[in-house]
């Protein structure tokens, strides 16, 4: 049978969708083990953080996957763009005069399209602010030689507003994944009434690990690590 | 009671719709939101104006030719009720009623508030039937289904048709009625061997017709009459990805 693979329906979209969005949640997982090393104390952090980005950035398998996680990141966006799109001619021109449809799902639900393009701005700065500055830029270096990330990081968590900034994006992702994870098993068919209770609190389990291990690293540097470097 | 009612008038499929202003000063609150509808197309028939087109039939819940968008919800604010079967003692003296047809670009306008939801029919010509050669019924006992089986799949089977899945969609999707098709048929041996064909052409009609994609928010499950659940798109997403990994 021939066919479009990546084109072909709204399923195949749909899948995509889940699949790319599915490895970013796996992604997150590793970004917060890793990122968690800055609750380490100042002195400890700065040296176990800096070799651990060096160890990151010179891995080939590390390589590989960040280029298909660069291209799930795109991939994720373009298809929901062009659902979205499609989805709005399906709805047609004539809205509905007097419309209270909103009563019945919650807020987010209906707005993960808002609540990802919101994402994709903070990724954008995020990787502007930390990856950018790391890949193609000088450097100060640590004690050690190595590329002084944590420094970086700590600085920026210094400034209230940049916190406010990280901790009202994770808020956002927070609300993005609670209906994310599980919508994407239901895309992809791996729903069934005797297991979608488990699937539905492993997506609540998961989205309060991320978003809470994620807001509380640039408030702890910012209220508890916050003392001038060395 | 008195109603004040907001309704949408179009004069055929090309023309441009607006919402007009109805008064009916003295409905009986035992009366169904269509018999409402009767009422006042009784007064304008008699004051020789053109009466209110709507679509309906058995009004008795099961048949799914009824559908309104009422108050801003599919088929009124009451869950799990077709339109006919929704009642005047739900609303209150003086209430503004707002009646618009079910939006999608799918189901067009044909006149007032009566929509051509014939896209369902080929969704359904597409793939929702078994290839066997009809005859005498077999005896009852002679396939031998589960109980609980039985059960899920009459669950899926109860899907009236009625459309309140795609009007009540952000999307406009089809996929609960569709799924409720795909997942009715893969659940029974009659229709199984066929279920990843069925899938694979019922979507891809779905696609054709102009339908939206699903983004599981679950609106559909809470406005459908007969409560089909969303499992039922997850059973068509499942059949779907199983013919496309394992069909040659």
Redesign the interface.
């Known amino acids: 049978?021939s066919?479009s693979l990546f084109l072909r329906?709204?399923?195949?979209?749909?899948?995509l969708m889940a699949l790319t969005g599915l490895f970013l949640c796996l992604f997150l997982v590793i970004h917060l083990a890793g990122n968690l090393q800055l609750l380490l104390p100042a002195e400890q952090a700065q040296v176990q953080y800096n070799h651990y980005s060096e160890l990151l950035s010179h891995n080939i398998f590390i390589k590989i996957v960040s280029y298909a996680l660069y291209a799930s990141i795109i991939a994720h966006a373009v298809y929901a763009l062009i659902?979205t799109l499609?989805?709005r001619?399906?709805?047609?021109?004539?809205?509905?005069?007097?419309?209270?449809?909103g009563?019945?799902?919650p807020w987010y639900?209906?707005n993960?399209g808002v609540l990802g393009a919101l994402l994709l701005a903070f990724i954008i700065i995020h990787m502007r602010d930390f990856w950018f500055q790391y890949k193609f830029t000088e450097m100060p270096l640590d004690a050690e030689g190595r590329k002084d990330l944590y420094t970086i990081v700590a600085v920026a968590y210094q400034q209230l507003w940049y916190v406010a900034l990280y901790v009202a994006a994770m808020l956002v992702l927070g609300f993005h994944l609670l209906?994310g994870f599980?919508?994407a098993?239901?895309?992809?068919?791996?729903?069934?009434?005797k297991y979608?209770r488990w699937v539905k609190w492993a997506g609540y389990g998961y989205t309060f690990i991320i978003t809470a291990g994620f807001t509380i690293i640039p408030i702890y540097m910012y209220f508890i690590q916050n003392q001038p470097l060395p | 009671m008195k109603i004040q009612l907001k309704i949408w008038r179009q004069e055929n499929a090309q023309a441009k719709g607006k919402m007009v202003d109805y008064n009916l000063p003295d409905v009986n609150p035992e009366m169904s939101f269509l018999e409402m509808l009767d009422v006042l197309n009784e007064k304008l028939i008699r004051s020789g104006d053109d009466p209110i087109e709507f679509d309906h039939d058995c009004r008795e819940g099961i048949c799914g030719q009824c559908g309104l968008f009422i108050n801003g919800r599919v088929h009124g604010p009451m869950s799990a009720t077709t339109t006919c079967q929704l009642h005047m003692r739900h609303f209150e003296d003086g209430d503004t009623i707002y009646v618009e047809p079910f939006r999608a670009s799918a189901f067009p306008v044909v006149k007032d508030l009566r929509i051509d939801r014939s896209a369902f029919d080929r969704i359904i010509q597409a793939g929702g039937f078994i290839s066997t050669r009809t005859g005498d019924a077999p005896e009852a006992n002679a396939i031998p289904i589960g109980h609980q089986t039985a059960e899920d799949a009459f669950d899926a089977a109860a899907c009236i048709g009625c459309g309140a899945c795609v009007a009540t969609c952000k999307n406009a999707s089809a996929a609960l009625f569709t799924g409720a098709k795909v997942s009715h048929l893969a659940m029974l041996p009659q229709g199984e061997p066929e279920s990843p064909e069925r899938a694979e052409k019922m979507v891809a009609q779905m696609e054709a017709e102009g339908f939206g994609h699903c983004t599981n928010t679950g609106a559909c499950e809470v406005e459908c009459p007969q409560e089909i659940s969303i499992e039922h798109i997850a059973r068509m997403n499942f059949e779907y990805n199983k013919a496309a990994v394992l069909e040659k």
């Open positions: 049978m066919r329906d709204s399923v195949v979209r749909k899948n659902l499609r989805a001619q399906a709805r047609g021109a004539q809205g509905y005069a007097y419309d209270k449809r009563q019945v799902t639900v209906r993960m209906h599980h919508s098993f239901q895309t992809l068919g791996l729903y069934h009434s979608n």
